[in-house]
């Protein structure tokens, strides 16, 4: 696809990429990358510069919470009670507030982690923040399924769209933060944008085939 809109954040996926193949982008002028896995993340921020900023875009187990929370930008796919507690007890024994994706499971793919949207709405109706008052929650997170049936494609971004479009017009006043809608990688990014979008994770279109 052609130059993304200026309200769409790309996301370097950059899982099993090198340090030199990151800092090739990095002296671009990009700097949003994402990446799928705890350990590999942790050693990346530990050799790149300081002003990069991570996002957690993998399933993430409660264990391995603990070497990102120092650092990590956002976590985009948080999909359990349980892993908002450890990510909340994590997050303040560094004395940080971490923005979280709530990710919603929209794929015709038992595979594929999230919410069902019903449970999505009933968690947050029942948001506690003082249990979980270092997670931002700043927003959805979803992945269509891999198909090349781009209407169906089309149809499952449209149901997450429509869904954070409730949560922003039901529930603005109890979520300052959520204004982003996670979605689309470099094989249905155009789809996804024009869906509303505003963050997308591409690897292969930036950094090429592996």
Not at 27 to 46: D, I, T, V, W
Request: glycine share 6%.
């Amino acid at each position: 696809m052609g130059s993304l809109p200026d309200h769409v954040k790309l996301i370097a996926v950059s899982k099993t990429r090198s340090v030199e193949e990151i800092m090739a982008l990095y002296r671009c002028g990009h700097r949003a990358f994402g990446e799928n896995y705890p350990q590999e993340l942790r050693h990346k921020q530990s050799q790149l510069p300081a002003d990069i900023e991570w996002h957690f875009i993998g399933h993430l187990q409660t264990n391995k919470v603990k070497y990102i929370a120092p650092f990590v930008h956002m976590i985009h796919s948080v999909d359990s009670e349980r892993l908002l507690d450890e990510i909340n007890k994590r997050a303040a024994a560094c004395d940080r507030t971490i923005p979280c994706l709530l990710e919603v499971h929209i794929a015709k793919e038992e595979s594929k982690h999230g919410f069902s949207p019903s449970d999505l709405m009933d968690l947050l109706n029942r948001w506690d923040h003082e249990r979980w008052d270092r997670v931002r929650a700043s927003g959805l997170m979803g992945m269509a399924t891999m198909t090349d049936d781009r209407t169906r494609i089309a149809q499952e971004f449209s149901s997450l769209r429509a869904l954070y479009e409730r949560i922003v017009q039901e529930m603005a006043g109890s979520f300052p933060h959520f204004k982003e809608l996670s979605m689309g990688m470099s094989a249905d990014a155009d789809i996804a944008v024009r869906s509303g979008s505003t963050m997308v994770r591409m690897g292969t279109a930036l950094f090429g085939a592996r």
